[in-house]
Each structure stands twice: as C-alpha cells, then as structure tokens.
C-alpha cells in the first residue's frame, strides 16, 4: 500500500473531480483564474506574509471559497512550508510580497529546486504603470526586474501577468512546467491586474506532464539491462527520490514482485513504499549504511538505480562504492548502462517494460534479509524504560520506534534526528520528509506545518534539534493557531552538534532556552520537559492520543551522536579541507 498525497502524480492518476466556479458570462479576474486553477490542482492553502503589493490579492484570496491563506511568521518559514504541503498534496504555493517579502523567501525556494519540489512562488508586484517607469518605490532595488532575475535561476518557469490577453495562458504554461519538472516556478502579479477581467479557465484543461518517449530506445535500453541481470547472480535494486516525485511507486511496487529482486532505499527515498515489504533490506548510504546493507549493496554484480541523487548526505559523505560498470542508472526522462546513454526513455516506461519481461528469481537465491529483522530502531525489539536512566540518543530511538502511529507523517532535521530516524523502522502508511540533500537549517518546523495542514487527519512527527529549532520557532505559534495535528521532539544538546563534529569551537555554542515553555509563550498548553525514561514515558502517554500540537523537549549529552552521523562528520569534515 502506498501512503496517500504521496506525490502529483499520484493525485492525477485518481483523476480527481475538477472544480472551478465560473461566472455565467464565462469571465473571470487574473487573480481568480490563478486561484482556480491552484484550487484545480489541489492546492487549499497558500502560506505567506502579507505585504502592500501583494494585499490585492490577499484580499481576493479572501473573498473566494479557496485556497485559503496561511499567515506565517516570516517568508522563509513560509517556504518550507509550502515545501512540505508539496510533498504530501503535489503542489504547493506562496503569496508575498515584491522584493523584501520575495527574498526572505528565497532560500526555501532554492531547497524546493534543489530537492525537486514543485512549488509555485506568487509575488503581489508593484503596478504595471510604475513597473514601467521605475520610481524609487519602497523596496525596490532600482532594477524592478532583480528579483524575478534573481528567482530564474532557482525556478524551471517564469512569467510577470503584465497582458491580460496572455495571462490565463501564462499561468497554464508555468503550473504546466511546474509539475513536469517537479520544480519551482515563479508568477509575479502586478497589484493593478488582480482584478483585470479575463476569459474563465477552461475545466477541462490537465497539465502534460508526459514525457515524450523514444521507443526504439526504449526496447534497446530494456533488452541491455535484461542481457545484463541474465548473467548476474546477485542483483539489487536501489530505489531514491525520483520514483517518490514522479508517483512510480506502484510501477516499483510491480518489478518487485515480478522480479523478486531485494531493493534499498537511500535517504532520500525513505518510505517509497512500506517499509515491512518482504524485499526490502534497509537503507544504503555508503558508510554510514548497516553492515548487511553495504555489504549486499556493493558486492552486487548488477545494481538497478532508479532516481538516484548521489548528494553527500544521501551517500554517507561520498562514501559509496558502487562500479559504474555494474549500474544500470535510469532517471525519470533517460537511462546509462556502462557506456549508453539511452535519452528521451521514461523511468515508467523502462519499468513496466522491464517488469513484463523480466523472470522472477527465489529469495533463497538472492540473500534478503528484510529491514524488518535488521533495522537499527524497531517494534521488534522489546523496550523497557529504566525511570531513573537519562535519555540517550539509541535508547530514544528505540522508545520512538515504539511510539509513531501508522500512517504518520515523519519529519526528520539534518543531524542525529535524520540518521537515527533513517534507521528506524517505519510503520505501515508512513510518509517520511527530510531535506538530506539542501540542508537548510530550520527547514522541518516550516515543512511539519504545511504537511500537517495538507492533511490534518494524519499526526506529524517532528524531530529537530535546538539550534535548528531557533532559527524557525517563531512558526510554532501558527501550528498552534491552526490547530495542527502535530508532536514536536526537542532534541536539547545544548548546540550545533553536526558542525562541532566537523569543526568545533565556541561558534557551535548557543544560548540556552526553555523550549518546552514556547508553546505557552506562544498560546498554547506548556510542553513537556524530559531528562529520563520515566519523565519521557511519561510525556509519550499524554501525547499519544493527542490530535492537536504538543511539544516534547528532551535532554542529551552535547557529543551524543549516532554512529552515523559521527561518520558523516568526518567525511563532511575532509570535504572542507580539500
């Protein structure tokens, strides 16, 4: 079973009803048509700050049925927001402000880009009139065009609404390359064309999302890969980020049980599909992987990878060992066995073909040892709390094991929370997110909001650790405004572990806070602040019925880090030195 809002094109094979209201006359404004369309494509919520340029539309958004505006507290943690509404729902938006509101943004947008998120960056820009002759407006930069330069660079589309005439098919040809690209793109409005009437959108328009499909290469690729796994004796596959973003798990789901070849994951492909599958042995990250999993994994004379990023978090600081004459490397729009570069063939079609063709081989011939018996934190594993011992971070994640319901959403921060939740075993239906390949501190309190609010009948599990904490907690306050079905876990080790395990000095260093009490500072109920397995089962039996937001702060020793992360640091910490 896969979990569900898994990605768009999950959502667009269901082939949802199209909603648009339209007035009879068959007209509509600029920014209505926007909004029918986002409303369209599944988007309810648009995250933001309000700003004068973009209040028109604000005030639009208002008075329409939907999507409805999320206040945040900044534009940044706006970002992140949307980042992880997009991950669950397919699609995610912001609405701020020209320049200022913009480019406080702009770094969650680059991690969308990154980590191939499709997001949709809507900036209320000054009139088309002052566009035109330039004054020296507040928050201008002289140049009006240097933010939507700026926003090229991290988006896959771009368009200013300046011609009423065009701007319908604007707005369809960049939501279009949005979701093709599994990229950001970028819509600046002026505040003058909001309401300017246009033709209404057509309901029966969907976005192409297809890619154009060489077939010849297509058989030529297959019939390789087919050559090559005949003469293997133990193949594997890996599985990663793209299959999750382009919604290929019931294609991956079908080779594996035509094959009955093992698979892994890497981090980034976490819970592609549920993590008790029979063939599935864990996840691989170099040398941060579980011994059986690295060994497997790299001793395998034919690996098939699919959507693989090999970013150096996702790999164990660039520690993997693979032969690149052993790999099969299919990518959602090509494929390179050894020296063949087979372009224009998608990832989907190279699967259902391979799976038709493929013959299926014995576990006993193939050496799986499912993740289930392995994995590091597991149900399994029977967990008795000692009341008196202080948490560590294993006995934590033991105990979490434990705790997080089926069909959760898991939200892990860069450092201890992301590998340790890497090697927990994950209960059926669960939807993990992380940011491994960007990184960008902070981004899981943003994410956690918007995947809570895409949707608020599963729990969000948050782990983060205090330094990251303080740079996003002010948002803290709008899950609590909006009732957010969400456990926060403070990890408090008194600091940036993750940099003093690279490099350390005073600069990793942070000032203290009493982070169980924000939630009270911020309106809500005081959280719990835990240093023992007696005060942390305490807290994890009066939140773990809850459906509304908690906060659990938990206390560690400042250099307890999981092996993984230690050897990630050190890896992280030869790369700095060249």
Not at 123 to 146: E, M, N, V
Request: proline share 4%.
């Amino acid at each position: 079973e896969i979990p569900a809002w898994h990605s768009w094109s999950l959502f667009i094979k269901q082939e949802y009803p199209i909603k648009i209201i339209m007035s009879k006359d068959r007209t509509t404004t600029v920014g209505g048509y926007l909004l029918d369309r986002l409303k369209q494509l599944n988007v309810d919520h648009l995250f933001g700050v309000p700003g004068d340029f973009a209040l028109p539309f604000n005030k639009l958004i208002e008075e329409k049925s939907g999507p409805k505006f999320i206040g945040t507290c900044n534009e940044l943690n706006a970002a992140y927001a949307a980042d992880g509404y997009a991950r669950l729902r397919g699609l995610g938006a912001i609405v701020v402000t020209y320049s200022v509101g913009e480019l406080s943004a702009i770094n969650g947008v680059a991690g969308s880009y990154a980590e191939r998120v499709p997001v949709v960056v809507i900036t209320g820009s000054p009139t088309r009139r002052d566009q035109k002759l330039q004054p020296l407006l507040h928050h201008s930069l002289g140049d009006y065009a240097i933010p939507r330069k700026m926003f090229e660079k991290i988006t896959a589309a771009s368009t200013t609404l300046s011609d009423p005439k065009t701007a319908g098919s604007e707005i369809d040809r960049v939501l279009e390359t949005c979701l093709a690209q599994q990229a950001p793109v970028y819509i600046s409005l002026p505040s003058d064309m909001v309401y300017q009437k246009i033709e209404a959108p057509d309901p029966s328009w969907k976005p192409n999302t297809h890619i154009e499909n060489d077939d010849a290469a297509l058989n030529e690729a297959v019939d390789e890969a087919l050559d090559i796994l005949a003469k293997s004796q133990s193949p594997v596959i890996l599985s990663d980020v793209e299959v999750i973003r382009y919604g290929l798990q019931k294609e991956l789901e079908n080779l594996l049980e035509k094959s009955g070849l093992p698979y892994a994951t890497l981090i980034m492909g976490k819970t592609v599909l549920n993590e008790d599958h029979p063939q599935f042995i864990g996840i691989y990250s170099g040398a941060t992987s579980r011994q059986f999993v690295r060994d497997r994994v790299e001793n395998a004379d034919c690996v098939i990878q699919f959507g693989v990023l090999l970013s150096d978090l996702n790999t164990g600081g660039f520690s993997v060992k693979l032969d690149i004459n052993r790999v099969i490397n299919v990518h959602h729009n090509k494929i390179k066995i050894k020296n063949h570069t087979y372009a224009d063939v998608s990832m989907k079609k190279f699967m259902d073909l391979l799976a038709q063709k493929i013959e299926k081989r014995s576990a006993s011939s193939l050496n799986i040892k499912p993740a289930f018996e392995g994995c590091v934190h597991r149900r399994s594993e029977n967990f008795k709390a000692d009341p008196s011992k202080e948490i560590t971070i294993k006995r934590f994640f033991d105990r979490i094991a434990h705790y997080i319901p089926e069909n959760a959403v898991v939200v892990a921060e860069t450092g201890n929370s992301l590998f340790s939740t890497a090697e927990t075993m994950m209960p059926k239906g669960v939807t993990y997110i992380s940011q491994v390949f960007y990184g960008s501190i902070g981004y899981t309190l943003g994410a956690s909001l918007g995947a809570s609010l895409a949707d608020l009948n599963r729990r969000v599990v948050l782990f983060i650790g205090d330094g990251s904490l303080q740079v996003t907690a002010p948002d803290l306050s709008t899950m609590i405004k909006n009732k957010a079905n969400i456990v926060v876990f403070v990890m408090n080790n008194d600091g940036y572990l993750i940099e003093r395990l690279i490099i350390d000095g005073s600069f990793n260093d942070i000032q203290p806070w009493k982070y169980h009490l924000l939630p009270e500072a911020f309106g809500g109920n005081r959280g719990y602040d835990v240093r023992t397995e007696g005060e942390l089962e305490d807290a994890l039996d009066k939140t773990r019925d809850e459906r509304s937001f908690s906060l659990i702060e938990f206390h560690t020793d400042k250099w307890d880090a999981t092996p993984a992360l230690k050897i990630a640091g050190e890896e992280m910490r030869k790369n700095t030195q060249g």
